[in-house]
């Protein structure tokens, strides 16, 4: 079976960081997508990660452990446009995408 | 141009009808997706394209039927649809598969459907 999962809501603070946890059990894995998505608009793509370790992106980084089935998104200097849902996605070697339910993040001032 | 449309935008439709959404790209991109969300739930997969030709279909029930006419353009025919397939309805593209290196998808802002 798979299995795919990350906490349903945080909370943080306006200039503060916040990290992000999914994890999954899968066969077949291949990487793990990040999206951010607003209320009422299609997601966003972040980040793709298929090897270990730590890709950072601006004020976004995801690091990966396959061998742990282990992901986490980390926001630094949380902007109030920053609240929105982020989607932890696992990509499997048929190409084939399931989502997990996504963590609903919001910023305090 | 980063933008993957879609139309329309909001489509209420009775049981009976038969209807058509459309979704466009003019990325160059090869692979072309149809995913359904409900409220307050995550994507969930429908159909792969990949060079105008079905890639993967998620056993979706066939009062959905996708076509993908070239390799800018994409719809997804309704018939018969009941009430709880009532969801916004989001496409997206890829330059190509995952396994060809395709790993970012740009959606379009979906369709919201409403089955009566």
């Known amino acids: 079976g798979q299995n795919i999962d990350q906490p349903t809501e945080m909370t943080a603070t306006e200039g503060a960081i916040v990290q992000i946890n999914c994890t999954y059990q899968?066969?077949?894995?291949?990487?793990l997508f990040w999206y951010q998505q607003h209320a009422g608009e299609a997601p966003t793509f972040l980040s793709y990660n298929v090897l270990d370790g730590l890709e950072e992106k601006g004020r976004f980084s995801s690091f990966l452990s396959r061998s742990k089935g282990y992901s986490y998104l980390l926001l630094k200097e949380l902007q109030m446009k920053d609240s929105a849902s982020y989607l932890c996605a696992v990509s499997h070697r048929d190409d084939k995408i399931i989502f997990g339910k996504g963590t609903r993040l919001h910023i305090l001032p | 141009d980063t933008e993957v449309t879609q139309t329309p935008k909001h489509l209420v439709m009775g049981m009976t009808n038969k209807k058509s959404l459309k979704c466009e790209q003019h990325?160059?991109?090869?692979?072309m997706y149809w995913y359904k969300q409900k409220a307050k739930k995550p994507p969930e997969l429908m159909f792969v394209y990949s060079y105008e030709k079905l890639s993967i279909n998620e056993s979706v029930p066939s009062r959905f039927s996708p076509e993908c006419p070239n390799s800018s353009l994409l719809n997804l025919h309704l018939h018969a649809l009941q009430p709880e397939d009532s969801a916004l309805y989001l496409c997206?593209?890829?330059?190509?598969?995952?396994?060809?290196?395709?790993?970012?998808?740009?959606f379009g802002p979906g369709t919201r459907l409403t089955v009566t």
């Open positions: 997206a593209s890829s330059q190509d598969l995952l396994d060809r290196g395709g790993y970012e998808q740009y």
């Open positions: 990325m160059g991109h090869r692979a």
């Open positions: 899968t066969s077949g894995f291949n990487g």
